[in-house]
């Protein structure tokens, strides 16, 4: 582990999702206590995406930006929103230069898959749409998110292939969950790693999919056919369940001809990226805003 993370470890909540509601609410705490963001050189907008029901999204715009990222945030699938999104969101903004638009899906288990996945690609087709509006090219709309909210962008970029909706310049997946099976080595071993573990995972599918079976747009990993998708850029962390997995697909995104850039962060683990003090931590923010500025300009 690198020490400057483990330090602290010990002040990492043990949540276990089985309380969603109370979840939230720490949640909601500890992204609070995250120091706020520089938005000075950029326009942060709250908007409708109208949509069954309609969906919350906050805009951030900085200054001549060309493209745009529709940016599903981290939680489980049962937790989290715009507010506690906000400090990534507009490190995301000031870090890639593009638009980002941070969506507000609806959460498990109030509201199962396919949910979330609707309200993600309504937001993909909406920005499309009103690309001369958000003054970005349509042609340079990229899906990505953090943990679950990766996990999503990856079924929205396969969503969107398979009914040739939107094109997607690229997927920027921040240790997406891919896999509801937990069948890899590290979903298997990693019972007490620090904020996700074996068990936590396995309570968040449960909430996302309840008795219904996981298809390929919940469970990415599930798709038997890769072809087609956009180029990516995945990032894991070694001490994470969803590691080997994350890897997996990578390299079946390789083997089905789909250009990939897989970084993979030793010494950290799920979500260790929000302890901005460590300098691992510093550099796989800077990474992930260069990773979507390079791809956007490409």
Request: hydrophobic share 40%; proline share 8%; net charge negative.
């Amino acid at each position: 582990m690198d020490p400057e993370l483990e330090a602290f470890i010990p002040l990492f909540p043990r949540a276990d999702l089985t309380d969603p509601v109370a979840e939230r609410k720490n949640l909601a705490g500890l992204a609070a206590a995250v120091p706020a963001p520089d938005t000075t050189g950029m326009e942060v907008e709250d908007r409708t995406v109208p949509a069954d029901p309609d969906v919350p999204v906050r805009i951030y715009r900085p200054h001549r930006a060309q493209g745009a990222i529709v940016w599903l945030h981290g939680g489980g699938f049962v937790m989290g929103d715009l507010d506690t999104e906000h400090p990534w969101a507009a490190r995301l903004a000031d870090g890639s230069g593009a638009v980002v638009i941070s969506v507000g899906y609806r959460l498990a288990p109030e509201d199962r898959f396919p949910a979330a996945l609707d309200d993600a690609y309504a937001t993909l087709s909406w920005t499309a749409e009103h690309a001369a509006e958000l003054g970005i090219d349509p042609e340079r709309i990229a899906v990505g998110g953090h943990s679950a909210g990766a996990g999503l962008a990856a079924g929205v970029a396969l969503r969107a292939r398979d009914q040739q909706g939107p094109p997607i310049r690229c997927q920027l997946l921040n240790q997406p969950n891919l896999d509801d099976r937990q069948q890899s080595w590290s979903a298997r071993n990693f019972t007490d790693t620090p904020w996700l573990n074996r068990d936590k995972i396995a309570a968040a599918w449960r909430h996302y999919l309840g008795s219904a079976p996981a298809t390929p747009y919940a469970a990415p990993a599930r798709a038997t056919d890769l072809s087609g998708l956009p180029p990516a850029y995945i990032a894991t962390a070694e001490f994470d369940p969803n590691r080997d997995e994350d890897i997996t697909y990578a390299q079946r995104l390789l083997q089905s001809g789909v250009s990939v850039e897989l970084h993979q962060w030793p010494g950290t683990f799920h979500g260790s990226q929000a302890i901005l003090s460590a300098e691992v931590s510093q550099r796989q923010i800077a990474e992930l805003g260069a990773a979507l500025r390079r791809a956007l300009a490409e």
